[in-house]
């Protein structure tokens, strides 16, 4: 054997180590160990992630992206799950001397439930969280969802229809997990 060709089959070798480590690295053939799941950085404290469906069988929704630099996106109603992000909500704690909880988006957006102004028909939309009380929600324990210190409950006006603050008529809204007791 040449010393070139000695030469080049050492470089062959090194070449597939490099090759067979990148390999594992990048396509995760070593397995690393199992680590418990984090939380989504913008709801730390969850109790729930998933759908939010109505006593009518309608999903929470969220049109996407609003607050603060866009105009308000109204969360409105959906007849069926879609598996969208727009659909999927998590359900933070909040503060143990205030309760409630937090209800964020978990689109990109990132965005929290918010009722604005305490009217009824008032419009519901998503925000950007800044964990103030018109975002501040309780489930009173029958299926109920209002907000904090006030007698206005999430009304589903059926598909499609953006919902809304209501103080007669409110609707039951489920999680395909847990019910929540009354916290506020």
Known sequence: MTSMTKLRTKATVAASAILTIGSILTFGIMAAP?????????C??????????????????????SGQQNP??????????SGSDNQLWCVEKASQNL???FIHVLNP??????????????????WGCNGTNDQRWCWTG???????????????????NIVILTENGA?????????FPYNC
Do not use: E, M
């Open 109 to 126: 957006s990132g965005k929290c439930l918010d009722g604005g102004p305490n009217t009824q028909a008032t419009k519901v939309w998503v």
């Open 34 to 42: 199992a680590q418990a799941a984090q939380p989504f950085a913008q």
């Open 44 to 65: 730390p404290n969850q109790v729930y992630v998933g759908t939010i469906h109505s006593d009518i069988g309608n999903y929470l929704d969220s049109y996407g992206v």
């Open 99 to 101: 309760g409630g909880y």
């Open 171 to 179: 609707s039951r809204w489920y999680t395909s997990g847990p019910t």
């Open 72 to 81: 308000p996106g109204y969360v409105h109603t959906w007849p069926s799950s």
């Open 142 to 160: 029958n299926g109920y969802l209002i907000r904090y210190n006030q007698d206005l409950g999430l009304k589903d006006k059926g598909s499609y």
